[in-house]
C-alpha cells in the first residue's frame, strides 16, 4: 500500500514538473519583440519653456509580419509591454538634443484613452543626435497593439531656440506575449 502510494506520488511529481517545463518550452515561442518606427518634425521656435503638442501620422503598424513569424496575429496579444522608445535626429545633419529639456510620447488609438509611453526630464546637453527615453515598463499596451493603427502625441519642453525644423525618428520596441494558435 505504501509503495502504491509512493508511485502515485511520484507519479504525479513527474506530471506537475514535465507540464510545467512544457509550458515554459511554448512560452518561448509565444513571447517575441515587436519593432516599429515613426516619425515627426519640431518646427524651429523662438519661445522657450512653453510646452507644445505635435501629432504624427497615424502609423499603420507593420507588426503583423512579426506576428505571422511568431504564428500568431493581432487577436492572440495577451500583452504587450514597451520595452524601447528611442527617438534620433534625421535632420539638420548638425543638429543634436542640446535644445529640449524635457519630452513625453504618448499613444493613442481609436477607442481607447490616451496613454503615456516614454518620456525624458532634465535632458542633458551633451551633443547626442539620438536620446533614449524613460519607458512606462509595466504599462500594458496590449489593446493599442491589437488596432491595426495608432497615433503619437509628442510633448516636448525647450530650453534653447532653434532657427531650423527638426527630422526625429521614433523607434518602439515591444515586448509581446501571445498565444500561438490559441493555446
Partial sequence: MIMKNLFRIALLLMTVIGLTS?????DRFTM???DNETSFTIPATTVLETPFAIRTPEIQSD??????????SRDRIESAKLRRLDLSIQSPDTGNFD???????????E????????SKTDIEENGSKILVLDVQ???EFEAYLRKANYSIRVR????????????????????????ILGI
Fill in 63 to 72: 507588426a503583423d509580419n512579426d506576428f505571422e513569424n511568431n504564428n500568431s
Fill in 22 to 26: 512544457c509550458e515554459e518550452e511554448l
Fill in 111 to 118: 477607442g481607447l484613452p490616451e496613454a503615456l509611453l516614454a
Fill in 32 to 34: 517575441f519583440d515587436v
Fill in 137 to 139: 515598463g509595466e504599462t
Fill in 156 to 179: 516636448a519642453v525647450t530650453d534653447q531656440t532653434i532657427n531650423e525644423d527638426y527630422d526625429i525618428k521614433v523607434n518602439t520596441t515591444f515586448f509581446i506575449d501571445a498565444k
Fill in 99 to 109: 535644445f529640449l529639456n524635457e519630452i513625453e510620447l504618448f499613444i493613442n488609438a
